[in-house]
């Protein structure tokens, strides 16, 4: 009887076929990495702005007929956000060349201590006294809500743009991905939101969009990314969710020395992780450059180096005109009974 399942593909050969049909695309990418990184942004606004009038409809219903708060209503649209960006990802088959498959080791950890603190630990600091009086529900939806805000822009600008400018170069993958994560932050200008708020969030997200693709490329992986901007959002979130009217507040100058004073502490570490050395090594690692030769052969590191080695049935007289020896005497061998 013949098995109803053996012509069955498996989703292995799912995985494969989708891969190869998709195969002229990625080398495409590679090859135009400026235009490629250009039309993922270029996706993300169509959507943001298109789906963005739809679902700006749905808030307002759900908002006034299931009494949501801002918070609780944008988690609806963050979940759309993730959809967007997980589509190429999975149409790409990128799970792994924009980090999503990779963890960190102890080195990694290392590397996100200092961004821990400024990205997380210091603006907590400064709303402690708000923490302490937002609501558990606002609490539970400040960090629901980071987090899909976390894995969206991270996924897309860390992920598919940062991934697709690689290889133009280390740094102006970097440069140029958070130049495309602060730009679209303009789109909030459209919504409504004071020129004051928006501008202080473009000092913030350039600075740390450019340290965010720095422990992307040190760690290999995006979830460090993905956690230590779901903790640098949740304050702010967490403020938001107190006091909604703080989006329409004017700029003001110790906002924008504050803000200011941040993103250069992130630039400045940035710039640390990605020196001149760690440049160098991570070309080698993305491919962008040929792994160094080591410069001696018989170096430790080379696990074959080119010792002469010579047949058992080569005459004596083949070794003394040998281009190893020359005319020299080869090594005499010690009779079998000297090494007892």
Request: glycine share 8%; proline share 8%.
């Amino acid at each position: 009887m013949q098995n109803p399942l053996a012509n069955t593909p498996s989703p292995t050969d799912i995985t494969e076929d989708r891969s190869s049909r998709f195969a002229s695309l990625k080398r495409w990418i590679e090859r135009h990495p400026y235009l490629s990184a250009l039309l993922f942004l270029v996706y993300w606004l169509a959507l943001l702005l298109i789906l963005g009038r739809f679902f700006l409809f749905i808030l307002m219903i759900t908002h006034l007929s299931l009494h949501l708060s801002l918070l609780q209503a944008n988690l609806l649209g963050e979940v759309l956000l993730v959809l967007i960006v997980v589509l190429p990802i999975f149409l790409l088959g990128w799970w792994s060349r924009v980090g999503l498959t990779r963890g960190i080791n102890g080195q990694g950890v290392v590397i996100c201590l200092i961004p821990l603190l400024l990205l997380v630990g210091l603006p907590l600091l400064g709303i402690v006294e708000v923490t302490s009086q937002a609501s558990e529900s606002i609490l539970v939806s400040a960090i629901a809500l980071s987090l899909l805000t976390g894995f969206a822009e991270e996924g897309m600008f860390r992920g598919l743009i940062l991934r697709a400018l690689l290889p133009a170069g280390i740094w102006p993958a970097v440069l140029i991905s958070a130049l495309c994560f602060t730009a679209v932050h303009l789109t909030n200008l459209i919504n409504g939101i004071s020129f004051g708020y928006v501008a202080g969030q473009l000092l913030l997200a350039f600075g740390s969009g450019v340290l965010f693709a720095a422990i992307r490329l040190r760690t290999n992986s995006l979830w460090p990314g993905l956690l230590l901007h779901a903790g640098h959002d949740v304050g702010g979130l967490i403020l938001l969710g107190v006091d909604p009217a703080i989006i329409r507040a004017p700029l003001t100058s110790a906002a924008i020395i504050v803000n200011g004073v941040f993103s250069l502490l992130f630039l400045l570490n940035a710039w640390v992780l990605l020196r001149a050395s760690q440049v160098q090594r991570l070309k080698v690692i993305y491919g962008l450059a040929p792994a160094p030769v080591p410069s001696n052969p018989y170096h430790l590191d080379n696990p074959h180096p080119p010792y002469p080695s010579y047949p058992p049935s080569t005459p004596y007289q083949e070794y003394t005109s040998s281009p190893i020896y020359g005319n020299q005497q080869p090594p005499q061998v010690p009779p079998d009974d000297e090494w007892r």
